[in-house]
């Protein structure tokens, strides 16, 4: 539908993760949206903190920081909405960075 490709990279560092231990088993990478596209947005990060229930799948997303603000947010949180986690048996928190990039 467009013309440029465009990449999300997850970016997840042990240290930026509440439990070092914890495993992540299923990622999905965000899309690009269309609106950055559109307005050539050619970069951008969301660092956001996910709540993860005993089980392991993700019950919470709340954005921490967004730059450019609320352009790539619902890309963000759709991912991280399906990310699965290694069950722990009891509720935790961990941050992430997704970054952003256009390629031509």
Known sequence: MFAR???AL???AAASLAHADAKVLKKV???YPGEAIKKNITAGS???KMTIAGDGKVSGVEVVEAEPKRVFDRAATEALSQWKFEGT???QTHEV???FKSED
């Open 29 to 31: 990478a965000p899309e």
């Open 46 to 48: 969301v660092r956001a």
């Open 10 to 12: 997850a970016l997840v």
């Open 97 to 99: 960075k997704l970054v």
């Open 89 to 91: 048996g009891a509720p």
């Open 5 to 7: 490709s465009a990449v």
